[in-house]
């Protein structure tokens, strides 16, 4: 689904990712742990092709094709998409508006799907307003995860998605993730895959990664079972992954 | 009932905002149009003068109107009124019918404001009078239309409306040039006069041409438990538009609403506010406006004037800046004269956010797309207590501008 090879990227002339390679298969869900300044959401950034990310070397192929150069609408439109972790609020765009617009774009539903979708994250209320004006953080997560309902892409990143939801929201969270990410539905082929992002590792409470990867410094380290991961940088802090590195 | 001067103790913004020196040289413009005869329906109208006309709001089919006006240059084609309790005529007609209007005319506005006033009271060219009778709630919209169809004429019109205690009036007035003139100059003395625990909802639409000047002034008198909305939109081409409405709130619990939606293309000068004077207990304005320029320049001011305690007021003015060319200056003021007064602004001037683009283009929006909804999100004000059919004109005034869909 997603092929990384020897990425490295600059922001105002500072390298924030350094040969970055990373793999992602169609159907899996990886996680991403680093600490705070590591490059994780930069490299979420340049995934999705923001500017200011400039990339300085490597690719970035997503089902087979580089989209290393493309636009942000055209990775969108071939499939990528992203629950950011704070997102701008977007005065005198309606929530509706923009669920409306990712509808329309798609085949195999209509806008009827807009009411059950927003129902199921509890936005009924949201709707009518601008998005994310005024919003708590966790509403903030719900209303990325109720526009990613309305996108479906095949391959989504989560930008700390638990991060700011309460202990009773985090579960909806993660019941959300799991449908976008088709886990947890038995023995069908999955093909959506997914990159998260989680500072705690909470939402893998709730979501099932495949792998994890450690960012540290902009590169990335290792790979491997995301619960280990996990349990090694609660017991020994990132300190740990980078003596294990050695 | 209480009288002020539209233009009294204005800030300059880069040139003489109260034509008083003369900005504008009204000889440049001809005093004299030919006669058009009436009419007998709108439907009457040539093609194009419908065609553009309906761009202003005024449907010559009159589907879901009380009442229309339609004034051609100098000569008043049509004026009816289908709801009991209504009347719309020919201002000189009512005149001559109700002697009682001399306590009306040029009561609200001052004749020697400013060298257009002045130039109307010398060579006035008819105007509307509109009436409703106490108690009467007329539902659809009135229509009136003020139509320049000459190049370079001079069209000065004075239009008088009055709601009478307990009524309720809605209006819709479309302002626009016909496709081939070019220049021209509109002058248009509006004076509103809303009495006790009446409404009157005031939408006006404009449609010129690039080479067109402008000169509304207005003022509003309500009194008790009293409503007045005005909502003014102005998205296509005018050389010099200038307006600076004045409301004053003269009776307990009175209120007054300004809404203003405008779009300023390169070679575009619009100077537009409004001002309310809050002159008795529990009064209320707000005044919200949207501008934008694409090249144009703007001036956007706002002045709210607390002259009692207990009134309360807001100010809402915002620019949007979708060209490197063109300027938006506002202006917001606010002027306390008496304690306990709850008056509040805000004003923001920039361009679009690129992370606002670049969030609605990760959902599979083109750079334009998403320039486009944020644009129509910004003029998408929401504006309390229109009725359905206004609120529907409103919408398709402002998505009139094609541009507005795809940059």
């Known amino acids: 689904m997603l092929d990384i090879q020897n990425l490295t990227v600059t922001v105002q002339g500072k390298r924030i990712l350094k040969g970055v390679n990373m793999h992602v298969s169609s159907g899996e869900t990886v996680a991403l742990f680093g600490p705070n300044g590591s490059g994780k959401t930069s490299l979420l950034h340049t995934i999705m092709g923001f500017p200011g990310y400039t990339v300085e070397t490597g690719t970035i192929q997503f089902k087979g094709e580089d989209i290393t150069g493309m636009s942000i609408d055209k990775r969108a439109e071939r499939g990528i998409g992203m629950a950011f972790q704070r997102p701008p609020a977007v005065r005198g765009v309606k929530l509706k508006d923009i669920l409306r617009m990712c509808i329309n774009r798609r085949e195999d539903v209509d806008e009827t799907a807009i009411s059950r979708y927003v129902q199921k994250l509890n936005l009924d209320d949201f709707q009518d307003r601008d998005v994310n004006l005024g919003f708590s953080g966790g509403e903030i997560k719900r209303c990325e995860l109720v526009q990613l309902l309305a996108q479906d892409p095949d391959f989504t990143m989560f930008d700390e998605p638990d991060s700011g939801v309460d202990l009773v929201s ?29 500072h705690a590792g909470h939402i893998l409470e709730f979501v099932n990664a495949d792998r994890a990867y450690v960012i540290l410094n902009g590169r990335l380290h290792c790979s491997g079972n995301p619960r280990d991961i996990l349990d090694n940088i609660k017991s020994k802090g990132y300190e740990g992954c980078i003596t294990c590195l050695r | 009932m209480s009288t002020v001067a539209p233009h009294k103790k204005r800030k300059k913004a880069g040139r003489d905002p109260s034509g008083k020196k003369g900005d504008i040289d009204l000889s440049a413009y001809s005093g004299t149009a030919e006669k058009h005869g009436p009419i007998e329906t709108l439907k009457q109208l040539p093609f194009d003068v419908k065609d553009k006309s309906l761009s202003v709001g005024i449907d010559a089919e009159e589907r879901c109107r009380s009442g229309s006006f339609y004034q051609i240059d100098h000569s008043v084609l049509l004026s009816s009124a289908y709801a009991e309790g209504l009347e719309v005529m020919d201002i000189n007609r009512a005149r001559e019918k109700y002697k009682w209007l001399s306590h009306y005319w040029w009561h609200a506005v001052h004749a020697d404001a400013d060298q257009y006033t002045a130039q109307t009271d010398k060579a006035q060219h008819h105007g509307y009078f509109v009436r409703t009778q106490p108690g009467t709630k007329v539902d659809f919209p009135l229509q009136a239309c003020l139509f320049i169809g000459k190049e370079g004429l001079a069209q000065n019109v004075h239009n008088i409306v009055i709601a009478e205690e307990g009524s309720e009036l809605n209006i819709i007035t479309g302002c626009a040039a016909a496709q081939a003139v070019h220049t021209g100059l509109h002058i248009g003395i509006s004076e509103f006069y809303v009495k006790k625990n009446a409404r009157i909802t005031f939408t006006m639409i404009h449609n010129w041409s690039d080479q067109m000047v402008v000169r509304p002034r207005s003022a509003i008198i309500v009194k008790e438990n009293g409503l007045f909305m005005s909502n003014f939109i102005c998205m296509k081409p005018v050389k010099d538009l200038q307006m600076y409405p004045t409301a004053i709130c003269a009776g307990e619990n009175a209120t007054v609403r300004f809404n203003t939606v405008i779009l300023a293309k390169e070679g575009s000068t619009m100077d537009i506010g409004s001002r309310v004077f809050l002159r008795a207990e ?36 915002r620019g949007l800046m979708l060209s490197d060319r063109g300027t938006i200056h506002a202006i917001p003021e606010l002027e306390g004269r008496a304690d306990n007064i709850d008056m509040s602004h805000e004003a923001a001037v920039g361009k679009i956010a690129e992370e606002e683009i670049h969030y609605l283009m990760a959902r599979g929006l083109s750079s334009d797309e998403a320039t486009a909804a944020i644009v129509r999100g910004f003029l998408d004000i929401e504006i309390k207590g229109l009725p359905p059919h206004l609120a529907k004109e409103v919408k398709k005034a402002v998505t009139m501008e094609e541009d507005l869909h795809l940059f």
């Open chain 1, 170 to 198: 985090i579960h909806l969270v993660g019941t959300v993730i799991n449908e976008l990410l088709q886990r947890g539905n038995g023995p069908c082929k999955k093909i959506k895959s997914g990159l998260i992002i989680s």
């Open chain 2, 282 to 317: 529990n009064s209320r304005a707000e005044i919200i406006s949207r501008a934008l320029t694409r090249g144009g320049d703007i001036i956007a001011r706002g002045h709210l004037i607390g002259e009692v305690p207990g009134v309360k007021a807001h100010l809402e003015c």
